[in-house]
């Protein structure tokens, strides 16, 4: 390491797995010292090997259970990373590490070297990240945080089914592929898993970042609903749609209310969760100073400061109600397939 850049990037990194500290599902930094020539990292030791060499040896072949098991435990990691304003841009198997050799392992996201604070509504434009699973919008140079989530559908499709979502001989044909976002739920062994589970990754490889679920919509989805790993954490998706709400016009307002009685049951529980873990007074209301002071100090670590997230509260919350909350999510909602 013997660049400034290198040396500069590697401090980021600490940075971030400093605010991350803490959360069961990211590898844990126990410190970091530098010389005139070196960064020193101590981080936790993780013997089970990557993910990568579990879907080699098994040739793809995991139950779907399975399968569910380690997909929640990413998105538990990722959901996190977002709600500190973190986005990883570079989730793959080879960046996720077992504890240790036993099935039952707990899973360790790693490999924070191309992750970044990103503020509210920043977009990047640099191409990084592993070509088999990067998203069509990273292609397209203007992405954020949901890039990270198409990655996860990504290994989820490879988990279920032992095959790739996109596959090409070289990597401009595999770009191609990417970038037409049609992968196929037809062959073997996709007619013999859950429709849920169907519906669950095709939902993660939504060509469009703005109709694609967030990581924490997805810890909801009702493939995963219930399960004993699911950690739910607020979604950022639902402070920028509260803010895109309290500024629609009376008439947008009246048509949002009008449609919220047409909810599922699925996504009224995904609104209830994020509601509860806002944490309201008896009579339904929710301060500024309750969001920042108890549902962050409980949700989230210092790197929401850094990436600015409380930036996107300001202009939104004086005492804001389920109802409010219900209407700002039923445009973005019905519009996803």
Known sequence: MTTAIAIEDVRREVKILRALTGHPNIVQLYDAFEDADNVYIVMELCEGGELLDRILARGGKFSEDYAKAVIIQILNAVAFCHLQGVVHR???????????????????????????????????????????????????????????????????????????????????????????????????PWPSLSPESKNFVSRLLDEDPSRRISAAQALCHPWVQNHNKVKLTLDILVFRLMKAYMRSSSLRKAALGALSKTLTVDELFYIKQQFALMLPDENGGISLETIKMQALKKNATGAAEESHFLDLLNPVITECYFSILLRSLTFWISSTP
């Open 90 to 188: 570079d989730i793959k198997p080879e960046n996720f590490l077992f504890t240790c050799k036993d099935e039952s392992s707990q899973l360790k996201a790693i490999d924070f070297g191309l992750s970044d604070f990103v503020r509210p509504d920043q977009k990047f434009t640099d191409v990084v990240g592993s070509a088999y699973y990067v998203a069509p919008e990273v292609l397209r140079r203007l992405y954020g945080a949901e890039a990270d989530v198409w990655s996860i559908g990504v290994i989820a499709y490879i988990l279920l089914c032992g095959g790739r979502p996109f596959w090409a001989r070289t990597e401009s044909g595999l770009f191609r592929a990417v970038l037409k976002a049609n992968p196929s739920f037809d062959e073997n």
